[in-house]
């Protein structure tokens, strides 16, 4: 093969270079090598970093030219050249290549060989990912069950258990579990996210995304706000859930909001505009309408709230209004 390759550099060096990669990853394969010397054999070869992601798998690497591993948070450029390893391009290996340029005979043959061997490797040691199975899931997220049967269930979801995770609470009850890395997909529904942590710390993670849940919205005019809500984004303001039983009397401001909506369709969505932006031309601008128009909708909200909307304390008022208002209906 060495002798192959120094003749077809003589005639056409990137012919002979794709043969060199060829017996490279084959050389690999051959000892059974794992994912991130396959990772970094194409970093290496294509002097860019790679970055392999099977979202499915929950698998997530990436190794830099000189051969160093180092994650980022930055999430794959549609730009870079990539493999995909499986239908749909749920899990792929790129090349960080900024030149805009088509990809080289080298890089293609380099994603080709270097991707073939990443499925034998997934194959053999993950096997296909059971990221939906709901007992193992309620195992991972149980504070109650074993150490040991908590670790095993996180393996056989295909969860790292030396990585962090997230769990995730869907509107339609049935939790999930995901890599805690930019790439894992969320469920596109109202969401609530809990923080990242060790794979045996996961029930607490799971009881904070279930209270992120719950500050959730539809994201309709007459439910606006965030559909996803990150637990470790909440801070102070997640004590509220505490005091906010979903289907317990509402606080006065609360009812004050409810009897106003359910005569003015517009206040909703005007007064989440008011409490979510910089500054009352903002506001205007994100519920289009002219910055005067805006003026005479406070002036009627107002009327109908009893209390200012225009002052620091009553925005203040009327962002914990609006909050408890997603409390009390979750």
């Known amino acids: 093969m060495k002798e192959l390759a120094g003749r077809l550099t003589e005639l056409d060096p990137d012919a002979g270079a794709a043969v060199q990669v060829i017996a490279y990853f084959d050389r690999l394969a051959e000892s059974r090598a794992g994912l991130e010397a396959l990772v970094r054999g194409a970093a290496v070869l294509a002097g860019v970093p790679a970055r392999l992601v099977d979202a499915d798998r929950r698998v997530h690497v990436r190794v830099e030219a000189d051969g160093t591993r180092r994650e980022t948070d930055r999430p794959p450029d549609a730009a870079w050249p990539s493999a995909a390893l499986a239908p749909g391009g749920a899990a792929a290996l790129w090349l960080e290549r900024a030149e805009a340029a088509p990809p080289s005979v080298v890089d293609a043959v380099i994603l080709e060989r270097a991707a073939g061997a990443v499925r ?18 309620e195992t991972a997220l149980d504070a109650s069950a074993p150490e040991p049967a908590r670790l095993h269930a996180v393996r056989k979801l295909g969860l790292d258990p030396a990585a962090p995770a997230r769990a995730l ?25 809990g923080p990242a942590v060790p794979v045996l710390d996961l029930p607490l993670s799971w009881a904070a995304a279930r209270t992120a849940l719950r500050f959730t919205a539809d994201g309709t005019a007459q439910d606006p706000g965030p559909r996803v809500v ?98 009390a209906r979750s």
């Open 120 to 137: 034998l490797v997934l194959d053999r040691t993950r096997g296909r990912a059971r990221s939906d199975d709901p007992a193992l899931i």
């Open 169 to 193: 609470a869907p509107r339609d009850g049935r939790p999930r579990i995901v890599a805690a890395h930019p790439e894992a997909r969320l469920p596109a529904d109202r969401l609530g996210v």
């Open 230 to 327: 990150y637990a470790d984004e909440l801070g102070g303001i997640a004590l509220l859930a505490d005091l906010v039983a979903p289907g317990a009397e509402p606080p006065p401001d609360v009812r004050a909001l409810e009897a106003a909506a359910a005569t003015t369709p517009w206040l909703p969505a005007t007064l989440h505009a008011v409490a979510a932006t910089a500054s009352l031309r903002a506001a205007a601008v994100e519920i289009n309408v002219h910055h005067s128009t805006l003026q005479d909708r406070l002036t009627h909200a107002e009327h109908l709230l009893g209390w200012p909307l225009r002052t620091p304390q009553g925005r203040l008022r009327l962002q914990l209004a609006l909050t408890m208002r997603h409390l």
